[in-house]
């Protein structure tokens, strides 16, 4: 589809009409774009105002699409970050929660896991359903396939004190 002829001098709701028209037809062609798709329906845009969300993830397409879901659904997102040094000193920030891929390349999940613990910062873990974590660890563990609408769900549960 072209753009329209009046595309750089129309006026910007015309611009916004045929981006957002564009980008319907590319993701109704792929699997991100039914996950996107999903997102937007699923989450308040006030699910999460105001929770400070630090992300741990080290996929870079992953990070963006945690980063821009919880963001939308109002989130404070901290991060990305990726790599143990890097998370370690994102955590001493104080995050209300912690979203942390259990898979990271690198290694160093056992002693995030740690600084979480000792911090008291309850998280979302995304990985294995058999993970063991330390007993006293505030914890939501999501295995896949999970989307965005089950991180902020987990999240929401977090803000409102559910997860012990």
């Given at each position: 589809?072209s753009r329209?002829?009046?595309?750089?001098?129309?006026?910007?709701?015309?611009?916004?009409?045929?981006?957002?028209k564009m980008?319907?037809?590319?993701?109704?062609?792929?699997?991100?774009?039914?996950?996107?798709?999903?997102?937007?329906?699923?989450?308040?845009?006030?699910?999460?105002?105001?929770?400070?969300?630090?992300?741990?993830?080290?996929?870079?397409?992953?990070?963006?699409?945690l980063?821009?879901?919880?963001?939308?659904?109002?989130a404070?997102?901290?991060?990305?970050?990726?790599?143990?040094?890097?998370?370690?000193?994102?955590?001493a920030?104080?995050p209300?929660?912690?979203?942390?891929?259990?898979?990271?390349?690198?290694?160093?999940?056992?002693?995030?896991?740690?600084?979480?613990q000792?911090?008291?910062?309850?998280c979302?873990?995304?990985?294995d359903?058999?993970?063991?974590?330390?007993?006293?660890?505030?914890?939501?563990?999501?295995?896949?396939?999970y989307?965005?609408?089950?991180?902020?769900?987990?999240l929401?549960?977090?803000?409102?004190?559910?997860?012990?």
């Amino acid at each position: 589809m072209s753009r329209p002829p009046d595309f750089d001098t129309g006026p910007p709701t015309q611009r916004r009409a045929w981006v957002w028209k564009m980008l319907d037809r590319m993701l109704s062609r792929s699997r991100l774009g039914r996950v996107f798709t999903t997102y937007v329906k699923i989450l308040p845009a006030s699910q999460l105002h105001g929770l400070r969300v630090l992300i741990i993830e080290d996929a870079k397409l992953l990070a963006a699409e945690l980063e821009d879901g919880l963001g939308q659904a109002g989130a404070q997102v901290l991060g990305p970050v990726s790599g143990l040094d890097l998370a370690l000193a994102a955590i001493a920030r104080r995050p209300d929660a912690v979203v942390l891929n259990m898979a990271m390349r690198n290694g160093g999940a056992t002693s995030l896991l740690n600084a979480l613990q000792r911090e008291g910062l309850a998280c979302v873990l995304l990985g294995d359903p058999d993970l063991t974590v330390p007993g006293d660890l505030k914890a939501v563990i999501l295995s896949r396939p999970y989307d965005i609408g089950h991180v902020a769900q987990a999240l929401a549960e977090i803000k409102a004190h559910k997860v012990d």
